[in-house]
Nanobody
Framework: QVQLVESGGGLVQAGDSLRLSCTPSGRTFSTYDMGWYRQAPGKEREFVAAISWSGDNTYYIDSVKGRFTISRDGTKGTVFLQMNSLKPQDTAIYYC???????????????????????WGQGTQVTVSS
């Protein structure tokens, strides 16, 4: 069974840090762009960050820019999300997924076109208390 397994979530205080991991199972995703999403209670799932298959390109939504860093281990295919200076509004279930990102179609600093594959895992809960 092909899946992505998220881990590393937890309960922290505002200002703390967490490092999330996304580990592939059943196949490698080394040639895929990858991304992190989150879903807060009562809200729709929200895109957070993406990284190209090579690791050379990244994109973040404005609310996490400068605080979160997406990276990947090319050898193992694991994708990470380093989250610093966490805020209560970062509280959500965090998911990773394989993507096809049209990096070349970006206009300035805008979000590039993204196609989402259907490899959603169970997610990992991040709770930030004030």
């Amino acid at each position: 069974q092909v899946q992505l397994v998220e881990s590393g979530g937890g309960l922290v205080q505002a200002g703390d840090s967490l490092r999330l991991s996304c580990t592939p199972s059943g196949r490698t995703f080394s040639t895929y762009d990858m991304g992190w999403y989150r879903q807060a209670p009562g809200k729709e799932r929200e895109f957070v960050a993406a990284i190209s298959w090579s690791g050379d390109n990244t994109y973040y939504i404005d609310s996490v820019k400068g605080r979160f860093t997406i990276s990947r281990d090319g050898t193992k295919g694991t994708v990470f999300l380093q989250m610093n200076s966490l805020k209560p509004q970062d509280t959500a279930i965090y998911y990773c997924n394989a993507l096809l990102v049209r990096w070349g179609d970006r206009v300035g600093s805008s979000k590039p076109p993204i196609h989402e594959y259907d490899y959603w895992g169970q997610g990992t809960q991040v709770t930030v208390s004030s």
